[in-house]
């Protein structure tokens, strides 16, 4: 078969415009193909939401991959098995209501699952910016290529509007931060008004709190996962991953009930 390397070019820039051009309007834009992120869009996209997921990487799953110290499993508690069983992971028991999972099917079949459910998924493109209108609600997400900001040169960004917007950027909650820093008097429900850092590592007091710091933080603003964690001051949590997945499926809730103030 005669291969045509301008056919193969073309293909490629096609399908990838019509999709790009189908994520310009969306009700949620999450920021972050972490485990919170893709989770988020996975029931997002079940409830019939318009979602795409932007990943600054070009790869998903954010810190899941390597599990702990570079042993490709994870640990799930109990109250979040349901999330990783509902995409066929196979769970193992352990001491304590713990199960342990394959990192890597974890990550792939949460991000399949996400995509059949509907959402998109694009990665390589970094949310460097927000949009704001109004009442200095936030109104969409400003994106430029990952590669872009990785050789820090001066190229000109564009908007992609959102209903609402979810931070899923991790320990950095870049996100927040930028609202934090580029908004006259944005507050935040914290004990500073703003974003606290993340704590030490206590597994169990972090996995707790995340669901409470799972919210609307600022208008349009929703954060999930670490970022959540981040922004209220609590502390990291290691290769348990429990709460991530609750928290993510939180955060769908949240985002949803916003959509239907709207």
């Given at each position: 078969?005669?291969?045509e390397?301008?056919?193969?070019?073309?293909?490629?820039?096609?399908?990838?415009?019509?999709?790009?051009?189908?994520?310009?309007?969306?009700?949620?834009?999450?920021?972050?193909?972490?485990?919170?992120?893709?989770?988020?869009?996975?029931?997002?996209?079940?409830?019939?939401?318009?979602?795409?997921?932007?990943?600054?990487?070009?790869?998903?799953?954010?810190?899941?991959w390597?599990?702990?110290?570079?042993?490709?499993?994870?640990?799930?508690?109990?109250?979040?098995?349901?999330?990783?069983?509902?995409?066929?992971?196979?769970?193992?028991?352990?001491?304590?209501g713990?199960?342990?999972?394959?990192?890597?099917?974890?990550?792939?079949?949460?991000?399949?699952?996400?995509?059949?459910?509907?959402?998109?998924?694009?990665?390589?493109?970094?949310?460097?910016?927000?949009?704001?209108?109004?009442?200095?609600?936030?109104?969409?997400?400003?994106?430029?290529?990952?590669?872009?900001?990785?050789?820090?040169?001066?190229?000109?960004?564009?908007?992609?509007?959102?209903?609402?917007?979810?931070?899923?950027?991790?320990?950095?909650?870049?996100?927040?931060?930028?609202?934090?820093?580029?908004?006259?008097?944005?507050?935040?429900?914290?004990r500073?008004?703003?974003?606290?850092?993340?704590?030490?590592?206590?597994?169990?007091?972090?996995?707790?709190?995340?669901?409470?710091?799972?919210?609307?933080?600022?208008?349009?603003?929703v954060?999930?996962?670490?970022?959540?964690?981040?922004?209220?001051?609590?502390?990291?949590?290691?290769?348990?991953?429990?709460?991530?997945?609750?928290?993510?499926?939180?955060?769908?809730?949240?985002?949803?009930k916003?959509?239907?103030?709207?």
């Open positions: 078969m005669k291969v390397d301008t056919q193969i070019t073309a293909a490629i820039v096609k399908r990838f415009m019509h999709d790009l051009l189908n994520s310009l309007e969306l009700d949620v834009a999450v920021v972050g193909a972490g485990p919170s992120g893709i989770t988020a869009a996975r029931y997002l996209a079940k409830s019939k939401a318009k979602v795409a997921v932007f990943e600054r990487e070009l790869h998903v799953g954010g810190g899941m390597g599990g702990g110290i570079l042993f490709p499993r994870v640990v799930i508690q109990d109250p979040a098995k349901r999330i990783l069983e509902e995409v066929g992971v196979e769970l193992q028991p352990t001491n304590g713990y199960y342990t999972a394959d990192s890597v099917e974890c990550v792939s079949k949460c991000t399949s699952a996400a995509i059949d459910a509907g959402a998109r998924v694009l990665v390589g493109l970094a949310a460097e910016d927000v949009m704001i209108r109004g009442k200095r609600r936030i109104a969409g997400v400003v994106l430029n290529w990952g590669a872009v900001e990785a050789a820090r040169l001066h190229v000109d960004p564009v908007g992609v509007a959102a209903r609402v917007v979810i931070d899923a950027t991790g320990h950095d909650a870049s996100i927040a931060r930028v609202v934090q820093r580029k908004i006259p008097g944005a507050r935040f429900p914290t500073t008004g703003g974003v606290v850092g993340e704590q030490p590592m206590w597994a169990d007091v972090g996995e707790r709190e995340i669901i409470r710091n799972t919210r609307e933080i600022y208008p349009g603003l954060v999930t996962g670490m970022a959540a964690n981040a922004v209220f001051g609590s502390p990291r949590m290691g290769p348990v991953f429990g709460g991530m997945l609750l928290s993510g499926k939180r955060a769908a809730e949240v985002a949803l916003l959509l239907r103030k709207k």
